[in-house]
């Protein structure tokens, strides 16, 4: 890649900015505040000059909140301004749905979320390093163009990201698990600090610290994201109130002065904290550690418009997320092999998905 428009020069897209300016891309920076644009130039971003008319960037990166990307992403094409557009929306389902809408082109988009953000927003809380080590998902369909995959592809890797290939709606129903969910939690824990009275708040302590650290986050840009998915993060929440009933019935249970209900309630407080451990204990390494270790399973890839999107989509079909992608190119020949790192748990499943659908594998 050498050149590049951010559009959006706030956390995300100054980062981004950052990462490809450090690594030798021009990189053209565009955001509706001048002031963010100005500051983005200042931090080494890039240059606040448009793209010389005529003359396309390789890759746009959309980073405005996530109202306003399939507009964004539909002006960009319209405009003819990039020859792929990713963008870096938390909500991948409908801004798609939306720019189908708009009569955008999804053969050169690609939608795509790094999964690696801060509770402050704009251009000063930007990092060039923001993004490494950290998984990157990118959503491609069976029409996205494999140049588009490609440009994301090296945006990533000089990111220092890791691509995680996934379904939009899969996405979706994740990152409510893991993203929508816990922001919303963190905001009901601080809530309850309005209103204390400021002895008890002069206590606060590191857990405390800890659990409302995202609490702090723009709301406007959570309004954006919660709208954007609401079915997936209320099914989660429906599931956490049944276990605050538990926790309240078994804390009543603790009040009591019968025994046996006593009992009862150390059980139930118990048996929470134990399924806490459990899940705690499956969140993956910290910022830049990997996470698991990966199996291998490897293709044969001809140099045809679409193969990356097809195979990525047929492990998408099988339930298979792909965690990282190498892809070694065989000198004078119109083929390559292509590694595809997966779950150990999920090479039986993934190598019968391709050898069904005519993927000739290797060893
Ligand atoms: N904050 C995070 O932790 C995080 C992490 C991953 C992805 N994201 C996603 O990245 C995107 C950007 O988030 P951010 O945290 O960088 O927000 P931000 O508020 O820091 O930056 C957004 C920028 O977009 C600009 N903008 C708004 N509307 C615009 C438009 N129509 N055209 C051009 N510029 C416009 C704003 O002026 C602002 O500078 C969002 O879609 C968000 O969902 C955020
Ligand atoms: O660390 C943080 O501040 C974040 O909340 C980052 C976080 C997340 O939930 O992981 C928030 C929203 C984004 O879409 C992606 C990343």
Known sequence: MRTALVLGTGLIGTSAALALSARGVEVHLRDRDPERVRTAVAL???TGEEPAPGSPVDLAIVAVP???LAATVADVQRAGLARGVIDVGSVKGGPRRELLERGGDLTTY???HPMSGREQSGPLAASADLFEGRPWVLTPTQGTDTEVLNLALELIALCGAVPVVMDADAHDRAVALVSHTPQLLSTLVAARLEEAAETDVRLCGQGIRDVTRIAGSDPAMWVDILSANPGPV???LA???TDLDAAVRALRELESADEAKRSSGTAGV????RRGNAGRARVPGKHGQAPTAYETVTVLISDRPGQLARIFADAGSVGVN???????????QQAGRMQLMVEPGAVPVLEQALRERGWSLRQ
Do not use: Q
């Open 239 to 241: 599931a956490v109130a």
């Open 270 to 273: 118990a048996e929470l904290l």
């Open 110 to 112: 690609l939608g795509s």
């Open 322 to 332: 792909i965690e990282d992608v190498r892809i070694e190119h065989a000198t004078g």
């Open 44 to 46: 080494g971003a890039g």
């Open 66 to 68: 996530p109202a306003h």
């Open 234 to 236: 209320a099914d989660i």
